[in-house]
Nanobody
C-alpha cells in the first residue's frame, strides 16, 4: 500500500526557513511526479511546487517562486521542499502528492496524498 508521510513542519518566525520532507512508500518512486500543495484556513488548496520523476523539471507557483526549492532523492524515496524567507501568508497545511503524469494547474488530482504537515509563520 502506498503511503506518503510528510515531516518538517512547525512554528517559525517570519523570515525564517523550513525544510519539508515527504517519505514515499512507493516501489517505483522514480516513475512518479511529486508535488507540494498547501491549504490555508478558508482557502482553496494550492499547487505550489512540483518535480518530475527524474528531478530535471520543476514548477513553482508565483507565490513561492524565488523562496522555495523542490528536490528529490530517488534512492531514498523522498521529496523535499526548502522554504526560505517565510511570510505569515505561508501559514497552511502542506501536503505531499504523487501521480504518474506531470502535475499542472488545470488538473491537480493526485494518485496519492500525504496526511499533511502544519506550517505556521508568526509575524
Amino acid at each position: 500500500q502506498v503511503q506518503l508521510v510528510e515531516s518538517g513542519g512547525g512554528l517559525v518566525q517570519a523570515g525564517g526557513s523550513l525544510r519539508l520532507s515527504c517519505a514515499a512508500q512507493i516501489l517505483t518512486f522514480s516513475t512518479y511526479h511529486m508535488a507540494w500543495f498547501r491549504q490555508a484556513p478558508g482557502k482553496e488548496r494550492e499547487l505550489i511546487s512540483a518535480i518530475s520523476g527524474s528531478g530535471v523539471t520543476t514548477y513553482y507557483a508565483d507565490s513561492v517562486k524565488g523562496r522555495a526549492t523542490i528536490s528529490r532523492d530517488n534512492a531514498k524515496n523522498t521529496v523535499f521542499l526548502q522554504m526560505n524567507s517565510l511570510k505569515p501568508e505561508d501559514t497552511a497545511v502542506y501536503y505531499c502528492a504523487a501521480r504518474r503524469v506531470p502535475f499542472n494547474l488545470q488538473n491537480q488530482k493526485a494518485d496519492y496524498w500525504g496526511q499533511g504537515t502544519q506550517v505556521t509563520v508568526s509575524s
